[in-house]
């Protein structure tokens, strides 16, 4: 925390909670705050934390009824973070990323994600094609969003206990040939009004949230 914030609430709550948590809190220079800081529009405050466990496919894959999101070359950390902030709170059960030309885990990407970077799990692959074809050959639906694509997701049968993975692509040029080959189906949100796409993350926003309403639905008694 750095020396000489203004006094808040905020500011209590934390001191409260860490001591409740038995975690050491600290008071220093800005500029030795700065130092550590990995950006440079904080708030005053630094928490550290052990680096973010990275999974394998399989093991995004050894949970109950996976709900997974596949991200085919995402580049704007602030979209990702609003992504797995959304996955978090829609109950997404994993993320895949490309290992290579593609946004991953930044300071950036955590504040956006408003801490959710902590509950959801993320594995890198090598290659996402190859990434869908191992969850279509475990029995997992895979779903690539696309504008043009020949379902509307809302006229998929999401319900009952089967593996999903919707799969989305990078900002501007969408999913990649290979994947759109390989997917199970390509669906599109319907869209009624003059524009025709939807930022990615809020596409990712909504089909995130038909899944739970489909999964909610098939669970409610009667």
Do not use: W
């Not at 500011?11 to 948590?21: C, G, P």
């Not at 580049?75 to 990323?97: F, H, M, S």
């Not at 290659?127 to 504008?147: E, K, Q, R, S, Y």
Request: glycine share 10%.
């Amino acid at each position: 925390m750095v020396d000489g914030l203004d006094d808040a609430p905020i500011l209590a709550d934390i001191r409260e909670l860490a001591s409740d948590m038995k975690v050491p809190l600290k008071t220093v220079t800005r500029k030795r705050f700065e130092a550590d800081a990995l950006t440079m529009s904080h708030q005053g405050v630094l928490a550290k934390a052990k680096p973010l466990e990275e999974k394998t496919l399989d093991g995004l894959l050894d949970v109950p009824t996976p709900f997974l999101l596949v991200l085919d070359g995402l580049t704007d950390p602030q979209n990702l973070g609003a992504i797995i902030r959304t996955a978090e709170c829609a109950g997404v059960t994993g993320i895949v990323l490309p290992r290579h030309r593609a946004v991953h885990v930044t300071a950036t990407v955590a504040k956006t994600a408003a801490g959710a970077v902590e509950h959801v799990p993320m594995a890198l692959v090598g290659g996402v094609p190859t990434a869908i074809t191992n969850l279509i050959d475990a029995g997992v639906l895979t779903v690539g969003l696309d504008a043009d694509g020949d379902t509307p997701l809302f006229d998929l049968d999401l319900t009952g206990g089967r593996p999903v993975a919707l799969v989305l692509g990078a900002e501007g040029a969408g999913l990649s040939r290979l994947v759109r080959q390989r997917v199970d189906v390509l669906a599109r949100l319907p869209l009624m009004g003059e524009l025709n796409s939807l930022n990615v993350a809020m596409a990712s926003a909504a089909a995130c949230f038909e899944v739970v309403r489909q999964r909610t639905r098939s669970t409610e008694p009667g």
